[in-house]
């Protein structure tokens, strides 16, 4: 018999949001490595039922997916009763722009591991620095 998940964020979850499936698979790789656990997925869409299925602690999300814009995701999420942190992670030149907007902390791709573990530190006080 399992037991029953408590509410709330789970502390060392990050769902990582992201169409580019090398960069889910080395996020998933270094997050793990910093003693968190990851649920991935390719779009919106999919986002959306891992967020209604988990609670995360923290969502690195893509701006650019291949069924909706990051900054519609951001307010599905918003929408949520307990909404998590969320990261932007963007190539795009106006990533910092866009992430000021929403009023989020950004990453630049590429960007550094250990940039990407102190904003996941803030969030999952059991990730460590690689």
């Known amino acids: 018999m399992?037991?029953?998940r408590?509410?709330?964020p789970s502390s060392d979850l990050v769902l990582?949001?992201?169409d580019d499936a090398d960069l889910l698979e080395m996020l998933e790789v270094v997050l793990r490595m910093g003693n968190c656990r990851?649920?991935?997925a390719s779009?919106?869409?999919a986002a959306m039922e891992l967020l209604r299925a988990e609670q995360p602690a923290l969502v690195l999300l893509d701006l650019m997916l291949p069924d909706m814009r990051g900054?519609?995701?951001f307010?599905?999420?918003r929408s949520l009763q307990q909404p998590p942190?969320?990261?932007v992670m963007s190539a795009a030149v106006d990533t910092g722009d866009r992430a000021r907007r929403l009023g989020v902390p950004y990453l630049i791709k590429p960007f550094d591991v250990e940039g990407l573990m102190a904003l996941v530190r803030q969030v999952c006080p059991s990730a460590v620095a690689l």
Do not use: H, I, N
Request: proline content about 12%.
């Open 2 to 4: 399992s037991t029953p």
């Open 6 to 8: 408590a509410p709330g």
């Open 16 to 18: 990582v949001v992201d």
């Open 38 to 40: 990851v649920v991935r």
């Open 43 to 45: 779009s919106g869409r």
């Open 71 to 73: 900054e519609e995701l």
């Open 75 to 77: 307010e599905q999420l």
């Open 85 to 87: 942190p969320v990261v």
